[in-house]
Structure formats: C-alpha cells, structure tokens
C-alpha cells in the first residue's frame, strides 16, 4: 500500500468524522430550538394567567442589617423573545421572562451615624434597590441622621438563553428565590412540561424541584452577559 491509499483512507476517516459532528450539531440546533419555543409558548400562557389573577409573592425579601419585604402583590410583567442566526437560520436565543412585585409606599429606614449611613447605602446598591437618601439636620446644620426610603417594589426576572453547543437550556434567575441571583442549566432532553412547571411554581414562589438544575457560571461566560 502506497502513500496515496494511506493519505486516502486519512482523508476518508476525516470526512467521516465531520460528517457526523454536523449531524450532531444540527440535531443539537433542533432540540434546542424545540424546546425554546415550547418553553416560550408556556410561559406566554403562564403570564396571562398571573395577569389575570394578580398573585400574591410568598417570598420574603429579606435585606439583612436594612429590612424586609414580604405579601408583595404583582404589578406587571412581560414576557419577550429573541432570535439569532444559527447554521444559517433564525432559532430562538433568549426568552426574558420579568414580574414586578409591589406593594406600594417605601420602606423608611434611618442611620444616625456615618459607617451605618455608608453601609446602608452599599447594601441597597449592591442588591440593586431604588432608594432616596435625606439628610435630617439639626438647627445648627450638623447632619443628626439619614433617612433612606425605599420603593417595596422588586423586579423578578429570568434569561432563558440556547446553549446549542452543549444542548441544554441556560436561566439567570434575579430575585426569584431571593433578593441576588441565581443561575440554572437544564439538558434539553429534559426540559419537558414537568419541568416547565416546574419552574412555573419557582416564579412564583412555589415550593419547586427546579433548584436541582442550580449551577455556577464562570465570570467569563457568554452567558452571563445580559
């Protein structure tokens, strides 16, 4: 056998090889894709229902060394898509899934020394919570404390994105089972209707199963960008 035969049979197995890597990848494409729009078309239904009955969140939002909020009622929500091309056509890249919870008036807290003003301020900034600050004066015009109010109102949201390359759906959760963030990834071969509702109970405070897809996403991931 000469080096022509070898350099065939090279380029044989090669070819082979690629051949199955894009059938892999386009199946990966449509289980994705299946599931996106399935998960799409679920929450959809799910948002006109919660618009309708206007739940109450059993979640505690609790703020240590601030404050709680707690029987907030939803106020709003929305539910939008978004495609991209993929091996040349469009497929569903994001679903962004967001209930307001509200239940209307501030939170009034007061710090009457300078750590405790800063501290507060840095863990409303840091949990992503609106606020006011005043300054309350005495005659003299020496600062005698600060009164921070705070709107009892906490946007809920989750990113659904299309990991095609690994065939599994990713979710950045905000304020969903607490005031912070949390990120899921769940196979597409069992992103079913089960879990659909499962995460469905998750949203809206439910005791749910869908924590077990609960992952940590490295700080370079693509998919932790909003």
Known sequence: MGLLDDLRKQA?????????????????VQAVERVMRNAFRYLDDLLEQLKAIKPVNPVIYRLPGVGEFRDMVMADAFVSSRAQLVQDKEHL??????????LGGDLIIERDIPPAVVKARELLWRAGLK???????YESGIVA????????????????????????????AKN?????S??????????TESVLEELALMLTGQPSAFRRYRI??????PFMKP
């Open 176 to 180: 969903v089972l607490h005031l912070g």
């Open 145 to 172: 404390k600060t009164r921070f109010a705070i709107p009892q109102t906490i946007r809920m949201s989750v990113l659904l994105r299309a990991d095609y390359e690994e065939r599994r759906i990713v979710a950045l």
């Open 216 to 221: 940590v996403l490295p700080p370079d991931s």
């Open 93 to 102: 890249q994001r679903i962004d899934f967001l209930i307001v919870w509200s």
């Open 12 to 28: 044989d197995a090669v070819r082979a090889r690629d051949l199955v890597e894009r059938g892999l990848r386009v199946e990966n």
């Open 131 to 137: 606020f006011d600050e005043t300054e309350i004066r």
């Open 182 to 191: 949390d990120e899921f990834a769940v196979p597409a071969d069992e992103f």
